[in-house]
Structures are given as C-alpha cells and as structure tokens.
C-alpha cells in the first residue's frame, strides 16, 4: 500500500469533477492518513528504539498488517464522507449517495492494496460497509467528524502496542488523526465539483 500518488496529486491538485478522480482522493487520502497516523504513533511509543521495531521481519509483519486494517476503515470513513458532500443538497438521494460510497470503498481497496495486503483485510469488510450505509445518516456525515469516528478508535484499536499503552495513548493518538482528517475535510471542500460527479454518477454509475 502507497500514499506516494496522493503526495504528487498534493503537489498538484486538480479538480475533483470526476467520479474515477473522486475514486483516487478516497484511495490516496485514506492511505495517506492511516499510514501516517499509524507509523507516528509507533516511532513515538518505541522512541529512538523504533528502527529495531520496523526492521524486525516478525513485527514488520504485525505494521503491516495493522496498516492494512486501519486503511480499511479510514477507506470507509471517507469514502462515506465524500459522498454525504457529492449527493448533499439534493443532488443525490439516500440510496444513490450509499451506491457511490460503495463504489469508492470498493475502488479504493481495489487500487491501493497489493495482492499480499489484501489478504489483511478484515473478513466481511464489504458486507460490514454496505450494512454501514444502509444506516448512515447522511445529512450528518457530510459536516464535521460523524462519518470519522471508526477509523479515529481503530488507529489505537489495530496498533501493535500493549494494551497499557493504549490505555494511555488513546485520547492523544485520536486527536492527532482528527487532525489529519480536518485537513483532508478542508482539501475536499477546496477541490470537490459536487455538481459534477453527482452528475455522471446519476447518468452513468448510479
């Protein structure tokens, strides 16, 4: 999994006026923020002992596994919020507005896991996510953190860290992922043609 496409698209935003670019900013900002959050959490609780931790093959293996995990929910939580916003003020009903979250989760874990990461992903991860969306209040997920609450607990939850630990970490360790997604929110606003994609997925995807 890389978030190297979301830093050069960073670099160089372009419009969101498309549902395949909206795809790519749910894949890449999901990647992004689950990366980050998760590896400065560990090199923060392991301190200057953190190379040994990620050089180990056995622990590696647990960093990746736990990364994995935690780009699903960060997946679902976005992909949730981006199409809250896309079908908000009446441009898409509830039932499109579900049919276009699962369409950019689907993508997102299509694209941006190899084929050794995708066997990480949670068991019934797509069925969790459609269950999800039959039940999502839509008007609160596209304001604010409603839509971001699963992969805020899960970035403490999936971490190879002792229980103790995360005991102690939790409310830092969720705040510093609020962070991140206050500014994924903020770049979404910037970016996003609402009109544009709730378009094309009424004509062509919905």
């Known amino acids: 999994m890389s978030w190297i496409g979301g830093l050069r698209e960073r670099l160089f935003p372009q419009p969101l006026d498309s549902v395949a670019a909206l795809d790519r900013f749910v894949g890449q900002r999901a990647a992004f923020v689950a990366q980050t959050s998760?590896?400065?959490?560990?090199?923060?609780?392991?301190?200057?002992?953190?190379?040994?931790?990620?050089?180990?093959?056995?622990?590696?293996?647990?960093?990746?596994?736990?990364?994995?995990?935690?780009?699903?929910?960060?997946?679902a939580d976005l992909a949730v919020?981006?199409?809250?916003?896309?079908?908000?003020?009446?441009?898409?009903?509830?039932?499109?507005?579900?049919?276009?979250?699962?369409?950019?989760?689907?993508?997102?874990?299509?694209?941006?896991?190899?084929?050794?990461?995708?066997?990480?992903?949670?068991?019934g991860a797509a069925d969790a996510f459609a269950a999800r969306v039959r039940g999502t209040d839509w008007d609160a997920a596209?304001?604010?953190?409603?839509?971001?609450?699963?992969?805020?607990?899960?970035?403490?939850?999936?971490?190879?860290?002792?229980?103790?630990?995360?005991?102690?970490?939790?409310p830092i360790v969720r705040n510093s992922m609020r962070f991140r997604w206050r500014e994924v929110r903020r770049e979404l606003q910037r970016r996003l043609d609402p009109a544009s994609v709730a378009a094309e997925w009424r004509r062509d995807g919905g």
């Open 38 to 75: 998760l590896y400065g959490y560990l090199k923060a609780r392991m301190g200057m002992k953190y190379p040994r931790y990620f050089e180990d093959p056995g622990f590696a293996g647990l960093i990746r596994a736990a990364s994995v995990k935690l780009f699903v929910s960060a997946a």
């Open 81 to 123: 919020h981006s199409a809250a916003v896309v079908g908000s003020d009446g441009r898409l009903d509830a039932d499109e507005r579900a049919a276009l979250a699962r369409h950019a989760f689907d993508a997102a874990l299509r694209h941006a896991l190899a084929a050794d990461d995708a066997a990480e992903v949670p068991p």
């Open 142 to 170: 596209a304001s604010g953190e409603a839509a971001f609450a699963g992969s805020t607990a899960d970035v403490v939850r999936v971490a190879p860290v002792v229980d103790e630990f995360k005991a102690l970490d939790r």
